[in-house]
C-alpha cells in the first residue's frame, strides 16, 4: 500500500490521493448567475454556449518507484467534431483506438506557473476509464513532472497544499 507521510502535520496517509476540479476553468469564468442557462455540465463533459466543448480526464503523473500514477482531474477542450467523436463513443468500452484528439487544457493547477492553456492530447481508454492527457512535451514544470516522474515528497507536498490550505 503506497503510503507518506504528509508534509504539514506529519500524518501517515494511504493511497495515492488524486485532485481536480468538477468543471472547466472555462465554466468559472462564466457567471455564476448564468451558468444555469448557458452551460450544460456533467461528470464528465462540458458545453458552454454550445460552442465551447470540454471533456474531463485524467493528467497523470509517474510517481518514482509506485506502481500508481498521481493523477489530476483535469478538463480539456476539444473541437466540436472531436467532442462529437467522444459523445458517439462514450458508453463503448472498446474505444482506445479513436484519437488521440487535441485538446486545451481548462484548469489552472496550483503549486506550478500558470497551466491554463497547455496544449495535449486526449487518448481515449476502454471499459469507461476517464481518458488520460498527455501534455505536450515542453519545458513548462507540469510537462516536466509528467515525462520525468515526481517523489513521493512531491505527492506529499501537493497533499499539503489541499488538505491544510490555511497554512
Ligand atoms: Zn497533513
Redesign the pocket.
Known sequence: MFRFK??????W?EGMPTFGANAPLYFYGIPAEERGERCALDSDTCVVDQENFFVRGCLEIPVHGETDAFSWGVWVSLSRDHFAEFKACYDTPKRSHIGPFFGWLSAELPLYPSTENLKTLVHLRDDGIRPCIELEPTDHPLAVEQRNGISVDRVAEI??FF??PQQ
Open positions: 504528509c508534509t504539514s502535520c506529519d500524518e496517509h497533499y499539503a488538505m491544510h
